[in-house]
């Protein structure tokens, strides 16, 4: 049987070191796109609800207590599956950097967090939503592209954060 996951993983992978934009374009999604999409989250909770602060700081505080809560459960999943990195698994594979750790791959980090930070705008009706979820495939993208992840892994931060998103959704019709 075909490994799909590595042959989607060796089709992106390869077109690293061809173009150096698409090289930066790629390590700008994988290292940087998560910074400037949580920053456009936590600034749009705040245009929303100026003047008042107190509603204003709802979003982002809420954001952080399911952000731990869903980096927990990726710890744990990582804990019992166990995939490495592909850099550990395809010493051919290229990468544009090296990653923190290589303990875990599945699920992505990042890939939870971008995909986490796009709910949670939907849930709290913040302006430019939308460009969230395009920010978060930028994120995906780098993060195969980089070499530091496997698209299982991204459908797995994805799975992980939609887990996460419905339940404070649930919880958030309580308050």
């Known amino acids: ?4 996951n590595k042959i989607i993983f ?3 992978n390869a077109w690293q070191g061809r173009i150096p934009l698409l090289d930066a374009f790629g390590r700008a999604g994988a290292e940087w796109v998560i910074i400037a999409s949580l920053g456009w989250f936590a600034s749009s909770s705040f245009v929303v609800y100026y003047p008042d602060w107190r509603r204003a700081m709802v979003a982002p505080a809420v954001f952080l207590a399911a952000w731990i809560v869903a980096w927990l459960i990726n710890i744990a999943i990582g804990y019992f599956i166990k995939e490495p990195r592909p850099s550990v698994t395809q ?3 290229k990468q544009l950097f090296k990653p923190l750790m290589n303990w875990k791959s599945f699920p992505s980090d990042h890939a939870m967090s971008a995909f986490l930070l796009f709910f949670f705008a939907l849930i709290f009706a913040l302006p430019g939503a939308w460009a969230l979820f395009v920010l978060a495939l930028w994120v995906v993208f780098g993060r195969m592209f980089s070499g530091v992840h496997y698209p299982v892994d991204i459908i797995g931060g994805l799975a992980v954060a939609s887990v996460v998103a419905v339940w404070a959704k649930y919880i958030l019709l309580f308050f």
Request: proline letters at 10%; aromatic letters at 10%.
């Open 1 to 4: 049987m075909r490994d799909y």
């Open 10 to 12: 060796d089709k992106i």
């Open 91 to 93: 010493p051919d594979a």
